[in-house]
């Protein structure tokens, strides 16, 4: 029996490191999933527990690969891991250019368009506000914000 598990162990190991895995990372997952295991087979039997701890040890890895995707890099010094969650030099000048192209077609709205959808997406102000602040129509001020988020869109469109 202890080598059909060690024999498992190894498969699974095997599998978590031909999916890019470390040594050491597929010794915890695979000690995560058996954890698993042990926990799940005191409330009910587990009738194929290499299948489980498979699955369990690939989906702990999947885990944790989209654990570090969405915090940022780790950097790991000795027993520390610092996370970077600032953006790439890359994603600042894109982020850049983006806001001074929608500069420049904000620039081309005649003023009262501009004024009514800075008024309802950056101020926040709902249509009747808006309507309120500028002597006309809740309808008026809608066809504003849409004339202008066509524009924008038409004009940001590729970037």
């Not at 295991?37 to 489980?52: D, G, I, K």
């Not at 066809?143 to 038409?154: E, F, G, Q």
Request: net charge neutral.
């Amino acid at each position: 029996m202890v080598n059909n598990w060690k024999a498992a162990f190894s498969r699974v190991k095997s599998a978590l490191m031909r999916r890019g895995r470390s040594e050491h990372d597929a010794d915890d997952l695979l000690q995560e999933a058996w954890v698993r295991l042990a926990c799940y087979e005191r409330e009910q039997p587990v009738h194929q527990p290499e299948a489980f701890l498979m699955r369990a040890a690939l989906n702990l890895s999947i885990d944790s690969h989209r654990r570090r995707l969405s915090q940022g890099e780790e950097v790991q010094l000795e027993d520390e891991v610092l996370i970077d969650g600032t953006p790439s030099a890359e994603a600042v000048l894109l982020g850049k250019e983006r806001v001074a192209r929608l500069g420049v077609c904000l620039g081309r709205l005649n003023g009262k368009t501009r004024d009514i959808f800075l008024a309802h997406r950056v101020d926040g102000l709902n249509y009747t506000e808006i309507a309120r602040s500028h002597g006309i129509s809740a309808n008026a001020v809608e066809r504003h914000v849409a004339k202008a988020t066509l524009l924008l869109t038409c004009w940001m469109e590729g970037w």
